[in-house]
């Protein structure tokens, strides 16, 4: 399969929005889409789906649309349920139509097998389809998947219309993940995700038979499942191939490179017009001057390098007063609504910064809204240090109101500050000239946490107390949120879910997980070091309690089941061989002038030829899945 889009670009109401468009895609591509806030990335993946909103690009070059194989589509806006009086688990099981189906046909063969040896051949074939498509595990798959994504048994017996509207778009991502197309197209699947969820999402990902497209500002999430970038940067689209730190490297690299270049052929376009400006009017070294010049209408001028300013927002935070060593005591803190949801005792010290992690729903925001004073602890006590001035984000941007301009939001909580000034402070987080004067209403996500961190940031908090502060950023915000608060000497204390950010700015853990709410004195890359120490004893553990008898009965299966799988591969191989050969024969016909001079003919050969591709795309995949399964069993031996 291979889907190539080439020197395409999109308009929007007679603007560029992008151009040069050059992307392809390939089986077994994981390809990631990064660049700033309204850079166009949305735009290119609809792009890619939506053919129609694709035009020639503004250069002198051959727009193509190539597309190779058939193959199938799924992207998060195109599920929509039919009917939401069904239950759950009926929504879900739509997925698996094709094997419902054979699961029926199977059961009500089984019973006629005596009948005819027809019944026991199509029974046969049958079975033989139905382990293809996963029939025997099938149902495995949907109640884990169910399960991560946080739905209870006592959930898939509810109807669709009984669901929130975020349960309702985890539903539609669930069943569009299950219906596993051959591309499929995820715009910020991580959003909203706990790190449990995440993970899953990433190993599901990390197996997925077919490609895939992602746009994510999560680094960790494009680190560990994508090959391939396609960086967006002022309507243009650049590859780059590996993970996020791969192509960040590459990105700095090729920049220095260019840049260089570009200072070479700079000084060499002054040395031109020098020599020409200082004998074009010498009759004897005119000649030379001429020459120059005619160099110079023939140069490929390059454009200067794009300097990017990757500053979301400009800060000083150098002075903020020194509060007491402990800066706050949690004893027997009990926090929840209707019903305690954790039980912490915590002594928070100075010049610490202390990364919130957990499953959604056990806490996390709870404790950081009790600790501000927004909900009464329901046991325990909270104790501030002397000279501890907190500064508190929450994610649902509760703090602002809308009835506001950006200009009267900020001085609602700095009344005491002159106009300019305030102008000033709000210049640094890029709301300059008539910026200042937009309705609240009319900002963006983004937006909306830079003008919240504008007000916490310039009353200068020796305490931050931040709920998902990087929730609406991009990755440049990201990264220099994470440098603000790597150089801060205050204190933090941060829940959030974005792995990266927490491994970048976290020095401790406090950790929501089976109940209990846990401190580690160390941040999440040895957190999780530690885990995989524990899951990988804990193997070596039950290995050494395995009875030797049961040890050389695993060993016999395993190499039982390496003989199976090489079989297997032996057949495989000799069908690919002769689809290969019929391959051949039939391309030879094409070009066999009798046969392309007649449409019919032609038509024919053209579908043989269609069908064959498809088949030896299957048959190939299978021969990568099986050859990974010998090397597998051979490293297990």
């Known amino acids: 399969m291979k889907y190539e889009i080439k020197n395409g670009s999109v308009i929007i109401d007679g603007n560029y929005i992008l151009d040069d468009i050059n992307f392809s895609i390939s089986t077994g591509d994981r390809i990631g889409i990064v660049g700033r806030n309204g850079a166009g990335k949305t735009t290119l993946l609809k792009a890619l789906i939506d053919n129609t909103m694709l035009d020639e690009g503004i250069e002198d070059k051959k727009f193509e649309i190539q597309k190779v194989g058939t193959f199938t589509i799924g992207y998060q806006e195109q599920i929509k349920f039919a009917d939401e009086n069904i239950t759950l688990l009926d929504e879900i099981k739509s997925s698996y139509k094709d094997i419902i189906e054979l699961e029926n046909k199977i059961n009500k063969l089984s019973s006629e097998l005596h009948k005819s040896n027809k019944n026991i051949n199509d029974y046969t074939q049958a079975l033989e389809r139905y382990k293809y498509l996963g029939g025997y595990t099938y149902k495995k798959e949907y109640e884990i998947v169910l399960a ?20 309702k778009t985890k539903i539609a991502f669930i069943k569009l993940l299950l219906s596993k197309p051959d591309i499929l ?83 060499e376009i002054e040395n031109l017009k020098e020599i020409y400006e200082r004998f074009r009017f010498k009759p004897k070294k005119a000649g030379l001057a001429l020459s120059r010049l005619r160099k110079l209408e023939r140069m490929d001028i390059m454009s200067a390098p794009e300097v990017i300013d990757e500053r979301v927002f400009k800060t000083n935070l150098d002075e903020i007063e020194l509060s007491a060593k402990k800066v706050l005591i949690l004893k027997s803190l009990v926090v929840g609504y209707d019903k305690p949801l954790a039980s912490i005792d915590l002594e928070v010290l100075r010049g610490h910064k202390i990364g919130v992690i957990g499953a959604n729903g056990t806490g996390k925001s709870t404790l950081l809204k009790t600790i501000n004073g927004i909900i009464p602890p329901i046991e325990g006590s909270i ?15 509760k703090m602002i109101d809308e009835r506001n301009s950006v200009l009267q939001e900020f001085r609602s909580a700095h009344p005491e500050i002159e106009e300019g000034i305030a102008r000033a402070a709000l210049g640094s987080f890029q709301f300059r000239g008539e910026d200042v004067y937009k309705s609240i209403t009319s900002l963006s996500g983004g937006e909306k946490v830079r003008l919240e961190l504008c007000k916490i940031l310039y009353s200068k908090p020796n305490l931050l107390i931040l709920d998902e502060p990087t929730n609406h950023m991009d990755i440049y915000g990201k990264e220099h949120l994470e440098e603000i608060l790597q150089e801060y000497e205050g204190t933090v204390l941060v829940v959030s879910h974005d792995r990266y950010f927490i491994n970048k700015v976290a020095t401790d853990l406090l950790v929501f997980e089976n109940n209990q709410v846990t401190y580690y004195p160390y941040g999440y890359e040895e957190y999780m070091n530690n885990i995989n120490n524990k899951i990988q004893e804990k193997i070596e553990t039950k290995k050494a309690e395995l009875p ?88 297990g031996e």
Request: net charge neutral.
């Open 148 to 167: 991560k994504f946080g739905f209870t048994e006592e959930d898939k017996n509810k109807k669709l219309i009984s669901f929130s509207g975020g349960e």
């Open 185 to 267: 197209f995820l715009d910020e699947p991580t959003n909203h995700l706990d790190i449990t969820s995440l993970e899953w999402l990433e190993g599901f990902l990390s197996t997925y038979k077919g490609s895939f497209v992602v746009v994510s500002h999560d680094r960790m999430f494009l680190n560990n499942i994508v090959n391939t970038i396609y960086d967006v940067t002022n309507g243009k689209t650049v590859k780059y191939t590996g993970n996020y730190d791969s192509y960040i490297v590459q990105k700095k690299a090729n920049l220095e490179t260019y840049t260089k270049e570009y200072n070479k052929q700079q000084k």
């Open 548 to 635: 030797k008898n049961k040890i050389a009965l695993d060993q016999e299966q395993k190499r039982n089941n390496l003989y199976e799988l090489k079989k297997e591969l032996k057949t495989l191989e000799q069908e690919i061989v002769k689809l290969e050969v019929k391959q051949k024969k039939l391309n030879l016909e094409i070009s066999n002038p009798e046969v392309y001079s007649d449409y019919e003919k032609a038509n024919i050969v053209n579908n043989q030829i269609k069908k064959v591709e498809s088949e030896l795309t299957i048959l190939n995949q299978q021969w990568e899945d099986l050859t990974n399964k010998i090397l597998s069993s051979n490293k």
């Open 383 to 397: 104790l501030y240090g002397l000279n501890v001035h907190p500064g508190y984000f929450d994610q649902n941007l």
